[in-house]
């Protein structure tokens, strides 16, 4: 069956940095267009990065564009976000997403605090 399993997350200081990985299996991840979406406390959804099947294109929400960078390993079948200067705001539990069918991992908690 399908599964994302996100992984790096943890606690960190403002300015610092992180890279989470997501670990995909049970589909062709090779031909998947990919996402990061985030979720606060209290909050909903919000959408971070969407990346193409070949990392041909790459987007970013306003909020972290030029700190954060969306990579993937076809190879390896693994998604992977740089999180460069990291803010309080930042703080939230990250998902994977495969675009086609919404699908998401469990999520890794990120804490931005000193």
């Known amino acids: 069956q399908v599964q994302l399993v996100e992984s790096g997350g943890g606690l960190v200081q403002p300015g610092g940095s992180l890279r989470l990985s997501c670990a995909a299996s049970?589909?062709?991840?090779?031909?998947?267009?990919m996402s990061w979406v985030r979720q606060s406390p209290g909050k909903g959804l919000e959408w971070v990065s969407e990346i193409t099947y070949n990392s041909a294109r790459i987007t970013y929400a306003d909020s972290v564009k030029g700190r954060f960078t969306t990579s993937r390993d076809n190879a390896k079948n693994t998604l992977y976000l740089q999180m460069n200067s990291l803010e309080p705001e930042d703080t939230a539990v990250y998902y994977c997403?495969?675009?086609?069918?919404?699908?998401r991992g469990q999520g890794t908690q990120v804490t931005v605090s000193s």
């Open positions: 049970g589909f062709v991840f090779s031909l998947a267009t």
């Open positions: 997403v495969r675009k086609s069918t919404g699908t």
